[in-house]
């Protein structure tokens, strides 16, 4: 994707968090710029946010709280308690926030990430990545002039069965925490608002949802981490009375996915206009969980 040349002065953005995914993407991508500017990281392992910060010529924080003093907006790439625990703090002062999902462990504090965002009136994005590929976009487009009636859906891969990513909380919890906000985000915003959800099977091997949706239309879902496929299967088919409308990722190239989260966020914060999955989106995902649960 083409983008008209960023005239602002780029946004400056403390990451919190130096594991596999900061370092993989967080870091990379706010210091690639031109929107972005990555001026600071803090972990709770400081050799770690030197290693992540360094690279960059980001300052290497002592505590959160320097972290805070050192710039405008702060990313998380951490547990989901961990951001929970951290993000009110800096959307009480004032910080604009990058977040992953889920917003929390549980939802009462995903509500209280949710909470304090309105409360301060801050900007916030939600770390939904397919939700910024033009892929994804065109099919949720094509998605609101179709009559949809039924849907079929997946999200599978073998992250849990060892590697970087196998790591403590979505070992526990499962797919249902880790792949579901994106697929049910997918579900709801292509076949209409999930009115009720049910789950058979076990999150930390095989899960089943059966969505029904405010307009009549039923979906399912089969969400698994734990599966030996050679790369990650996301596919979303809609049927009805036209032809179906299929959705899937695995021809498209999810680098094209952080160009546009990057300027979509600094162009939020700069207008104080979010446009993009917020923590609202966030907490209405995880009441969706929670039903489940």
Same mark, same amino acid.
């Given at each position: 994707?083409?983008?008209?040349?960023?005239?602002?002065?780029?946004?400056?953005?403390?990451?919190?968090?130096?594991?596999?995914?900061?370092?993989?993407?967080?870091?990379?991508?706010?210091?690639?710029?031109?929107?972005?500017?990555?001026?600071?990281?803090?972990?709770?392992?400081?050799?770690?946010?030197?290693?992540?910060?360094?690279?960059?010529?980001?300052?290497?924080?002592?505590?959160?709280?320097?972290?805070?003093?050192?710039?405008?907006?702060?990313?998380?790439?951490?547990?989901?308690?961990?951001?929970?625990?951290?993000?009110?703090?800096?959307?009480?002062?004032?910080?604009?926030?990058?977040?992953?999902?889920?917003?929390?462990?549980?939802?009462?504090?995903?509500?209280?990430?949710?909470?304090?965002?309105?409360?301060?009136?801050?900007?916030?994005?939600?770390?939904?990545?397919?939700?910024?590929?033009?892929?994804?976009?065109?099919?949720?487009?094509?998605?609101?002039?179709?009559?949809?009636?039924?849907?079929?859906?997946?999200?599978?891969?073998?992250?849990? =069965?060892?590697? !970087? /990513? &196998? $790591?403590?909380? #979505?070992?526990?919890?499962?797919?249902?925490? @880790?792949?579901?906000?994106? *697929?049910?985000?997918?579900?709801?915003?292509?076949?209409?608002?999930?009115?009720?959800?049910?789950?058979?099977?076990?999150?930390?091997?095989?899960?089943?949802?059966?969505?029904?949706?405010?307009?009549?239309?039923?979906?399912?879902?089969?969400?698994?981490?734990?599966?030996?496929?050679?790369?990650?299967?996301?596919?979303?088919?809609?049927?009805?009375?036209?032809?179906?409308?299929?959705?899937?990722?695995?021809?498209?190239?999810?680098?094209?996915?952080?160009?546009? =989260?990057?300027? !979509? /966020? &600094? $162009?939020?914060? #700069?207008?104080?206009?979010?446009?993009?999955? @917020?923590?609202?989106?966030? *907490?209405?995902?995880?009441?969706?969980?929670?039903?489940?649960?």
């Amino acid at each position: 994707m083409t983008f008209s040349p960023w005239t602002r002065r780029p946004v400056e953005v403390g990451l919190v968090g130096a594991g596999p995914w900061a370092r993989a993407m967080h870091a990379r991508i706010l210091a690639a710029g031109p929107e972005t500017r990555l001026t600071a990281v803090w972990a709770r392992r400081a050799e770690a946010a030197h290693e992540t910060a360094v690279p960059y010529g980001a300052h290497v924080a002592a505590s959160f709280e320097e972290l805070l003093d050192r710039c405008e907006a702060v990313a998380f790439a951490v547990p989901p308690a961990v951001q929970a625990e951290l993000a009110p703090l800096a959307a009480r002062r004032g910080k604009a926030l990058l977040l992953e999902k889920p917003l929390g462990p549980g939802l009462d504090a995903a509500r209280r990430v949710a909470d304090a965002v309105a409360e301060a009136g801050v900007v916030s994005q939600l770390v939904l990545t397919k939700r910024y590929h033009p892929v994804t976009r065109a099919f949720l487009a094509a998605a609101r002039d179709a009559e949809v009636s039924g849907a079929r859906s997946c999200y599978l891969h073998g992250a849990f =069965l060892g590697g !970087e /990513f &196998a $790591t403590g909380w #979505r070992l526990e919890q499962g797919a249902l925490l @880790d792949l579901g906000p994106h *697929l049910l985000d997918l579900l709801d915003a292509a076949v209409g608002p999930v009115k009720t959800i049910r789950g058979t099977g076990d999150s930390r091997t095989w899960l089943e949802l059966t969505c029904e949706h405010e307009n009549g239309a039923v979906s399912q879902a089969s969400l698994s981490g734990a599966v030996n496929v050679p790369r990650a299967i996301t596919r979303v088919e809609l049927f009805g009375a036209g032809e179906p409308l299929v959705y899937d990722t695995a021809e498209i190239d999810h680098e094209e996915c952080w160009p546009v =989260l990057r300027r !979509e /966020f &600094a $162009t939020a914060v #700069r207008t104080g206009v979010t446009t993009a999955p @917020d923590a609202a989106r966030g *907490l209405y995902l995880q009441e969706l969980i929670s039903r489940v649960v």
